[in-house]
């Protein structure tokens, strides 16, 4: 069965009055943080090696594919000289007194499963987005953090921003009037995919622990495994799920954070690419009602034109061409519109005859949200994508998955219950995993 949202609040009070939550007493400033990273991707390696150029010791490298570890190590060994520990399997690095804290960089069915077992073994977390793939994962990352003290910053790296920060003080305090209607967009570019043919995996490469929770039997692609896991429910959300989050929690964050949505809308498909092998839709359009205003998020995989902001924009004073920015937010105010560039790209508010009345630049926040997590480390403070405010984004995502899932229907959810008015969908809120790898239900 899974958990309610109120069965969760009601088990952590309950924690709390019986001193269970063994928070670990704050570093000294000067004290050195051990961490280690386990998924020794392209996106994992950039974060550890942002962690390392703030002062991290890098203790660990853990990957199943042997391959990965010395590639990781070149890539990281500018920023020390010792030379951290190359381990297959995340056990070993659990089971380290040297860890303070884990770097989850694996694909995104392991996400989940291991900031749990992180979390139990006393390490702090940072996880990259989707930090789940599930509602019911969704509420017991929180659960477990909250139980055994530790802190998990999601990789949602705008919420360390200093202009989104801005944006939603401006919106806050009504620069725009009341805003009833947002829109996010994921508008990317994109071609067909095709699954090799099955072959052998490497000599050393545990294929069966790779695909961990995953309940399908997959035999070895080497395509499925360099990538093309990315277009499979099985491992993903699709898009929605893998790059998406950047914008939504945007929107989320400058709308003031107000949790749950209680119904969703979805359409989607594979529009463009119709004969091709992937799963996960090359367009999808999903709606939110929040109450006092609706969200909508379109998504594609195919618009060649569309691009995200360029690097030149994000590390300096200029703004996209929204029109053409294929990672934006934007705001319908009763008295005012504004765009909102993510990673970079600043915020515009414009008038009705498209003068614009404010707007601020940006810049990436990727080391600030490295540096936030750090500090957070040392301090046991909230980190600024502790899970608590992560989650909602990560819900609106899977209710929307479920929706399109289920032949793109509409859906109600009750946060407070955790449940939604249709018996499949709920059915979907945990769904079949291989139980010796998946999220247990008492973490």
Not at 72 to 80: C, G, I, K, P, R
């Amino acid at each position: 069965m899974a958990l309610t949202r109120r069965q969760f609040l009601e088990g952590s009070a309950a924690a709390v009055a019986a001193g269970a939550l063994a928070h670990r007493p704050a570093k000294a400033a000067n004290d050195r943080i051990g961490i280690a990273l386990i998924g020794c991707g392209s996106r994992g390696r950039r974060v550890t090696g942002g962690m390392m150029s703030e002062g991290a010791q890098l203790t660990h490298l853990c990957d199943l594919h042997p391959e990965r570890l010395d590639v990781t190590w070149d890539f990281l060994s500018q920023e020390q000289e010792a030379k951290p520990k190359l381990v297959k399997d995340f056990e070993d690095v659990l089971a380290s007194d040297e860890v303070d804290a884990v770097v989850i960089g694996t694909p995104d069915h392991w996400h989940a499963p291991l900031s749990v077992l992180a979390c139990q073994a006393g390490k702090d977390v940072y996880v990259e987005k989707p930090h789940t793939h599930n509602i019911f994962e969704t509420w017991k990352m929180e659960q477990a953090a909250e139980k055994y003290g530790q802190i998990i910053q999601v990789g949602t790296q705008n919420r360390s921003a200093e202009y989104i920060e801005e944006a939603r003080k401006r919106i806050q305090d009504g620069a725009l009037g009341n805003v009833p209607l947002v829109k996010v967009y994921n508008v990317k570019p994109g071609g067909p995919f095709y699954l090799d043919e099955p072959g052998t995996p490497p000599d050393g490469f545990n294929w069966d622990k790779w695909l961990g929770p995953v309940p399908t039997e997959w035999p070895y692609h080497e395509s499925l495994f360099r990538r093309g896991w990315m277009q499979y429910w099985d491992f993903t959300g699709g898009d929605l799920a893998l790059d998406n989050p950047h914008q939504l929690d945007i929107a989320l964050k400058v709308m003031g954070d107000p949790g749950v949505p209680k119904s969703v809308r979805c359409l989607g498909g594979r529009y463009a690419h119709r004969d091709d092998d992937a799963e996960r839709p090359d367009l999808q359009v999903a709606s939110w009602d929040f109450g006092d205003f609706i969200i909508t998020n379109d998504n594609t995989g195919y618009p060649d034109y569309m691009r995200k902001t360029d690097g030149s924009t994000r590390d300096g004073d200029d703004f996209p061409f929204w029109p053409m920015n294929a990672t934006r937010v934007e705001l319908y105010g009763e008295d005012r519109f504004m765009y909102i560039g993510r990673m970079g790209g600043g915020w515009v508010i414009m008038e009705r005859n498209g003068e614009v009345a404010e707007s601020m630049p940006g810049r990436r926040p990727d080391m600030a949200h490295y540096v936030n997590f750090l500090d957070c480390v040392r301090s046991r403070e909230k980190p600024n994508a502790d899970i608590t405010v992560s989650n909602p984004h990560n819900v609106c995502i899977h209710m929307a998955n479920i929706a399109h899932r289920l032949g793109d229907i509409a859906l109600n959810y009750d946060a407070e219950a955790g449940e939604f008015d249709n018996a499949e969908a709920n059915s979907l809120i945990r769904p079949e995993q291989r139980q010796a790898f998946a999220v247990p239900e008492e973490v």
